[in-house]
């Protein structure tokens, strides 16, 4: 798991916020990384209830797609207040080979949600 003061630099790809609020999120990557939310085709931010396969399957889409700026950091925020156990393995096989310069952040309630080989 991370915290928003872990963000100062983008070491990993993928990052794990219990807790976290989205604004607080968006306004580190845009004063730490100078990277504009608004308006930038290499940015996604989504909001689930319940996270499942068939959402999991869409950001693999997304993921596999090049991105719009070349060099350009691609940017994944999830909002997942659940999250089944066949999402989370398909997001697994993603983190496990991420594209340069990609950065996924999930933000959940809780870490008891995962299952612990996405946690770690």
């Known amino acids: 798991m ?3 003061n872990q963000l100062s630099i983008l070491a990993h790809h993928a990052y794990c916020l219990v807790g976290a609020k989205v604004d607080h999120l968006l306004h580190t990557l845009k004063k730490e990384h100078d990277i504009e939310p608004r308006g930038n085709p290499d ?3 989504e909001k689930h209830e ?3 396969i068939d959402e999991s399957r869409r950001i693999k889409e997304l993921h596999s797609s090049k991105g719009f700026v070349t060099g350009e950091k691609r940017i994944f925020i999830l909002e997942i207040k659940s999250i089944t ?3 989370q393995n398909a997001l697994l096989k993603i983190f496990e080979e991420p594209h340069e310069h990609t950065h996924f952040f ?3 309630p809780s870490a008891s949600i995962l299952l612990p080989t996405l946690r770690s």
Do not use: V
Request: proline share 0%; aromatic share 20%.
């Open 106 to 108: 999930i933000l959940i």
């Open 2 to 4: 991370h915290t928003l």
């Open 50 to 52: 319940s996270f499942g």
């Open 43 to 45: 940015f996604f931010h």
């Open 85 to 87: 156990h066949e999402a």
